[in-house]
């Protein structure tokens, strides 16, 4: 059996709320809909790792610069992640074979 050292760092609906500036109704909505990844506990209540702030300030940065309605922001999401991994796939196929960077 493993037993963890440490607690995992996560934050509740309310001080995920407030350390993002949203409105918890908002981040609500955006798990509801997909785009934030969140747990929730034998209560109910929402709990968010840490990473999901820099993944909301993300969320934040595209709403304002291309205007995307909320339930778009998980398509533009998707696909940048999946761009990033195929750059990244690719980076690294290229660095085995000795083929030429691409930058």
């Known amino acids: 059996m493993i037993y963890a050292l440490t607690r995992p760092q996560r934050l509740d609906l309310e001080s995920f ?3 993002t500036g949203t409105h918890p109704d908002l981040v609500r909505r955006l798990v509801t809909l997909g785009v934030l990844d969140a747990q929730s506990d034998a209560a109910g209540a929402l709990w968010f790792p840490l990473p999901q702030v820099y ?3 993300r969320i934040q940065r595209l709403r304002a610069g291309f205007a995307l309605n909320y339930a ?3 398509l533009v999401v998707d696909l940048l992640d999946r761009i990033a991994r195929l750059e990244a796939a690719q980076r690294n196929r ?9 930058t």
């Open 17 to 19: 709320a407030r350390a």
């Open 94 to 102: 290229s660095r085995t074979t000795g083929g030429p960077q691409w």
């Open 55 to 57: 993944a909301m300030a």
């Open 72 to 74: 778009a922001l998980g």
